[in-house]
């Protein structure tokens, strides 16, 4: 379960998020949907625990871990997990082996042993086939040269091999075609669990069609000014968020 | 790298405070091995150059070809051309020759105590460093067959596997007792590569050599083994001008690696070494190194000058020589391992990984001179600047008019960490034949926040992030190092970027 309390947070001197609380609880997905530079990518850095995204106030804990005392790998070794918005390219490294050391990194903090080779190609090869990705594109060096559409089903292999206690998808749905859509929605949707907690962060309801939330939230300003069942997302297609501003 | 100006109270990356908690350590091969040396006094004069030769009972022809270089180098100039800035070095400040004194003529089992002492002092030295100097196979090089030269300051202390070597007609053994067991071979092929007349430091080693390794590989042989050198500069004050020459004579092949290293001083040392290379027909020698010399300290303190002339000679039609290169090491680096392609059909190959982080600085890269029909090179180099460090590659492909269908493909990659190193690349290019193909890629590029970010996102430390780059940067590189050697290689990148980030 992933807790927020009154968090705020500043970038380069400026207040971005102003007091922001929110709880996940393990099992569930909630969406969050707010206008353009409204904080969602930002409440995604943070939680990752990203250089210069300076918390000033508030905490989050996922279980019994208090966030802001981990840094980024540690964060990532407990279990949190960032679909990027972009996901970035690293030329010369083989994606293959990038996602054995990630593993194996997790698995060591859990003091797992390591994941030997024919081991890890199974485990792949079934997460490959769950999100339908090929193996040739797997075998690639890391999202580049990818498409727009690749790497942001790169980023679910990603999700569904390191298997995260709380999933942050930063707009996975931007720049993806209409059957690539669905095949990262049924790859998200067959990676829900009692055991982990989901935001989607988006800003369009076709893919909470596809992903339905148990809850959406509305960002706005750097606050949650609302929040309601999958049917809040709706009426934000049909009203916009200026509503909202004046509440 | 976009440091953040105000980090996050919390503990955003608990990594960075570590790395910068060891940063400028991890040298491990910095100690110094306290035994008693064999020393000429500090300072240069014709007199010394006639001690060396003295102490190795030279003939005298090998003493009248150094006297020649050394008044040859007494009218030269220190070259001044590469993109490296130090004080100028004082030729009368360093010894010229140091010897550990329990290498005597002895036998092993005639030693008195105190010598024994001494001798198995020097030999924990190689051990200390993972050196195979034991034939007996408890180290893990030896269980896969590496004959080692293990050279420690100016002499060879010992060199492994000579019977199975000989059985197979494969001379190796040190320069100096080359000079004595077959001296007409050392006569045909010394400085023939690279003559005393070809630079300064050239000129420098010719006069003051005191000993390096080598090899000759008959006609129609494999070497049956790889042949390794150990470098080690241990004694305070002194230089290490040692002399590498390997033949391989038609249809031979040979696989050669070498390693320094050094113990870590607040005085810079000098190392100038010269390595000759002769390939004869369709012979091919394949000659890998993996230089760690001590870098110098986070300040530029200490650390080896390492002004090298490293040259092989594609004599025969159809010959090969590949040199593949990491240097992670030394405070300065002056360094061009070069083919000659003579032969027609006979092919070049230069592989280089070079590292300058901290305060390093390296002006490195190959020359290519293709003189005979259809003679081919490749050119891949990747350097790495992180800290202050400051990397030039500087690379000559020339094509002489006689050279009918020559080709070259170079590919010559700069990968930048931080933002306070530099990175150059110099080509010179020319061709003299119109039916000649010349290529050359350059790129260079610079690990990002984002991309650190990113990895770590997954679950990778910090240091696990910059290796997993740096090593997917280098990938066509360590791919043609000797398995054993690339795996080496890699610990060694990991270690010398330590601190490199935040
Ligand atoms: N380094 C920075 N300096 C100043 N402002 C910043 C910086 N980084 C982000 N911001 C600002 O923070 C605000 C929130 O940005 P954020 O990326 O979190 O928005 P978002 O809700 O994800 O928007 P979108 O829907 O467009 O992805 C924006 O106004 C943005 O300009
Ligand atoms: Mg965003």
Sequence with gaps: ???????????????????????????????????????????????????????????????????????????????????FQ????????????????ALNAKRKAAGQPELDAVSFIKLLNEKLALVGMSKELAGRELNSGYSGGEKKKNEILQMAMLDPKLAILDEIDSGLDIDALKAVAAGVNALRSPQRSMLLITHYQRLLDAIAPDHVHVLLDGRIVHAGGPELALELEERGYDWLRAA | MVASPTPNPAKPSASRETIDAIAGQGYDAGFFTDIEADAAPPGLDESIVRFISAKKNEPEWLLAWRLQAFALWQKMDEPRWAHVDYPPVDFQAISYYSAPKALTSKKLEDLDPEERAQ??????????????????????????????????????????????????????????????????????????VVPATDNYYAALNAAVFSDGSFVYIPKGVRCPMELSTYFRINAKGTGQFER?????????????????????????????????????????????????????????????????????????????????????????????????????????????VALSNR??????????????????STIVSKGISAGHGLQTYRGQVRIAKAAEGARNYTACDSLLIGSTCTADTVPYIEVANATASVEHEASTSRISEEQLFYLMQRGLSQEDAVSMIVNGFCKDVFRVLPMEFAVEAQKLLDVSLEGSVG
């Design chain 2, 359 to 376: 305060r390093q600085q390296a002006d490195t890269g190959t020359k290519m001179i293709h003189l005979g029909r259809n003679t081919r």
């Design chain 1, 1 to 83: 379960m992933l807790t927020i309390e009154n968090l705020h947070v500043e970038v380069d001197g400026k207040a971005i998020l102003k007091g922001l609380s929110l709880t996940v609880p393990a099992g569930e997905v909630h969406a969050i949907m707010g206008p353009n530079g409204s904080g969602k990518s930002t409440l995604s850095y943070v939680l990752a625990g990203k250089e210069g995204y300076v918390v000033t106030a508030g905490s989050i804990r996922i279980g019994d871990f208090d966030l802001l005392e981990m840094s980024v790998d540690e964060r990532a070794q407990a279990g949190v997990f960032l679909a």
């Design chain 1, 86 to 101: 972009y996901p970035v390219e690293v030329p010369g490294v083989n994606n293959k082996v990038f996602l054995r050391h």
């Design chain 2, 119 to 192: 001798y198995d002092e020097l030999m924990r030295t190689y051990e200390r460093l993972g050196v195979p100097v034991n034939e007996r196979g408890k180290l893990a090089g030896n269980e896969i067959g590496v004959a080692v030269d293990a050279v420690f300051d100016s002499v060879s202390v010992i060199t492994t596997f000579k019977e199975n070597l000989t059985r197979a007609g494969v001379i190796f053994c040190s320069l100096s007792e080359a000079v004595r067991e077959h001296p007409e071979l050392v006569r045909k092929h010394l400085g023939s």
């Design chain 2, 244 to 352: 590498t020459l390997i033949v391989a004579e038609d249809q031979s092949y040979v696989s050669y690696l070498e390693g320094c290293t050094a113990p870590r001083r607040d005085e810079n040392q000098l190392h100038a070494a010269v390595v000759e290379l002769v390939a004869h027909d369709d012979a091919e020698i394949k000659y890998s190194t993996v230089q760690n010399w001590y870098p110098g300290d986070a300040e530029g303190k200490g650390g080896i000058y390492n002004f090298v002339t490293k040259r092989g000679l594609c004599k025969g039609r159809g010959s090969k020589i590949s040199w593949t290169q990491v240097e992670t090491g030394s405070a300065i680096t002056w360094k061009y391992p070069s083919c000659i392609l003579k032969g027609d059909d006979s092919i070049g190959e230069f592989y280089s």
